[in-house]
Every structure is written in C-alpha cells, then in structure tokens.
C-alpha cells in the first residue's frame, strides 16, 4: 500500500514561488509513475506535471516553463517547485502515484493513478 502525504502548500502573491512535497511510503518513488494535480472550485481537475521512473517529465501548457517537478530517491519525495505564481493557479494540488505498467512492447505509465494523496492548497493573491 502506497501512502502520499503533501506539504509546503500556503498563501502568496503574485510572482512568487512555494515548492510543494509529496512524502511517499510504501513504494519507492523512483520505480512509480508519478504526477502533480490540481483542483480548483467549480473546475475539474487538471494534471499538473507527470515524472516517470527513467526521468521523463511533462508539463500541462499552464505551467510549462514555471513550475518544475523532481524527486529525491534518498527521501522517497516528491516536488514541484513553482515560480512566477499566477492567481490563476489557485487550487488544492494532490501528489499521485502508481505502478509501471507492462505494456506489449515497453513498460509504460497509465494516465489514471491508484495512490493519491490528501491534497494542499495553494492560494495565490493579485
């Protein structure tokens, strides 16, 4: 069993920056899919940022070039640091994980994940 725990979410203005971790335990994060969400009211829910085991990231065109994630092996986390914060990227941001899944030709990541965590707010002011 897979447990996320997310942290470091909070208050800021316009332009700047918080980085978001995500504790995992159960599995090691360096062989999992994973990925960054986000959900803001009366929106549906938009995945964020994807980081898979051979390192391969993606990016949703909302953040491309000012959000970042990555991990540390030795802590079993996951990040994503976020600059030049928008309002627009107010909502409550979930880590997610699951496993590699063997495909016919090559192992691949699936887009729906099993392992998510509780979630953390970001709320950025004009």
């Known amino acids: 069993q897979v447990q996320l725990v997310e942290s470091g979410g909070g208050s800021v203005q316009s332009g700047g920056s918080l980085r978001l971790s995500c504790a995992a335990s159960?599995?090691?994060?360096?062989?999992?899919?994973t990925a960054w969400f986000r959900q803001a009211p009366a929106k549906e829910r938009e995945r964020v940022a994807t980081?898979?085991?051979?390192?391969?990231?993606g990016y949703a065109d909302s953040v491309k070039g000012r959000f970042t994630i990555s991990r540390d092996n030795a802590d079993n986390t996951l990040y994503l640091h976020m600059n030049s914060l928008k309002p627009e990227d107010t909502a409550m941001y979930y880590c997610a994980a699951d496993r590699l899944r063997q495909g016919m030709i090559a192992p691949y990541c699936s887009s729906e994940y099993n392992y998510w965590g509780q979630g953390t707010q970001v709320t950025v002011s004009s």
């Open positions: 980081l898979k085991p051979d390192g391969t990231t």
């Open positions: 159960g599995k090691a994060i360096s062989a999992s899919c």
